[in-house]
Each structure stands twice: as C-alpha cells, then as structure tokens.
C-alpha cells in the first residue's frame, strides 16, 4: 500500500512534468498575462492587510503566506479556486469572489515579480527536517518534498507546484495540517493530500522550518 502511494504520486508528478516539458519547447508563454501596475494598485486595496505590499506578509502574522515571487500560475490557480468554492478561507474567499479574471491576472503578474525576503531555519529542527525533504520517510509512505518543489524548493510555474523556499513555518505547517485533514482539497489529483496523510506532527514541524530556510 505504502510503496503504491509513492508510485501514484510521483507517477502523477512525472506526468504532469512530461506535458509542461512539451508546452515549454513549443514555445508558449510560462506566465499568465496581466499588468503588474494595476496589479500593484489592486494590492494596495484588498492584499496588503495581510500579505504586505510587497508581498513578503506582515510581522506577527505568520499563518498568512508570503507571495513575493511565487509563481504567477500558482497565484492565479489560488486566486481563482478561493473565487469559485473549491477552496475556502474565511477572509479569503470574501477577498476572491467578487474579483474578476483580469484582476486576477493583474495580481499574479505583479506579485511574482516581487523580490521575497529570506526566513530563518529552526536549528534544532533542520537535520531532521532536511532528510524529510530530500528523502521522504519510507517507512511510513511519505515521498519527497523535492521531487515536486525541486531541491531548492523553487517549484515550477508551468506545473503550477509553489515555490515554497524561505515561506514562514508556520503557513507551511498549517497548510501540511489542511491537506492531511483534507479540510484542503484543490491539489490536482490529491497529490498533496497522499504527501500528507502519512506525515507526523513532529514531521510537519520539521520539514515546515527547513523549509523556511532555504533563502534563494
């Protein structure tokens, strides 16, 4: 059982690689449009409460992400998911629905163009942390962190998989928490929610702070 749900989830994960392969040859644009000015002024109205105006969150407020240089796709397929009910927060929805696809857009263009500031690895957490994230645990049926999110942590925008390097610990370990309860379902072929099922709390913990420090 355990050694299927590591063959699905990198199955689905190859997959997924293989088709943003072909779309990059054929020379198609990587990102999603917009306008990064109109972005900005969007931002300033409804975004800065609780991501910060540039985009790197707000001191004292860790359980909301950072979105400086995240991925333009990723931003979009968030922000359109929050829009139509297939994911669900209580101040973000309300914040979502009533944008418009252009919005959206504006959004993601100029917030991945941000430069995100570094984070601070938990010492006594990273050895333990870093072998969950290049490793995974087989003896419980967790696969690695990086086979999606790459050994840096930098994702793909193609594949739409986040950048996660150098996010708050704390935004990591409660979105760990979300897709293990599967309170969080918008993960393509609940390839998140078969990472998380298995993962400990010790393990979430861990992994949350190591990534945390992996400042690009």
Known sequence: ??????????SSAMLTLAGT??????????????????????????????????????PGQPVWPKLAGQHPRYIYKQLQNFKNNERWNA????????????????LAAYYSGLEQSGGAAEEALVAKGERIYRAGNPDTGVPACSGCHGPSGIGSNLAKFPRIAGQFSEYTAQTLGHFRSTERANDPNGMMR??????????????AAYIEGLNL
């Not at 040859?25 to 990587?30: E, K, N, P, R, V």
């Not at 101040?91 to 504006?106: I, T, V």
């Open 194 to 207: 078969g990472v998380a099922a298995n993962l400990k709390d010790d393990e979430i913990e861990a992994v």
């Open 91 to 106: 101040q973000m929805s309300p914040m979502a629905m009533p944008l418009s696809d252009e919005e959206m857009r504006n």
């Open 1 to 10: 059982m355990k050694t299927s749900l590591i063959a699905g989830i990198f």
């Open 21 to 58: 392969s072909a779309v990059s040859a054929s020379g198609l644009s990587t990102d999603v449009g917009g306008d990064a000015a109109k972005g900005k002024e969007k931002a300033g109205q409804i975004c800065q409460a609780c991501h910060g105006l540039d985009g790197n969150g707000i």
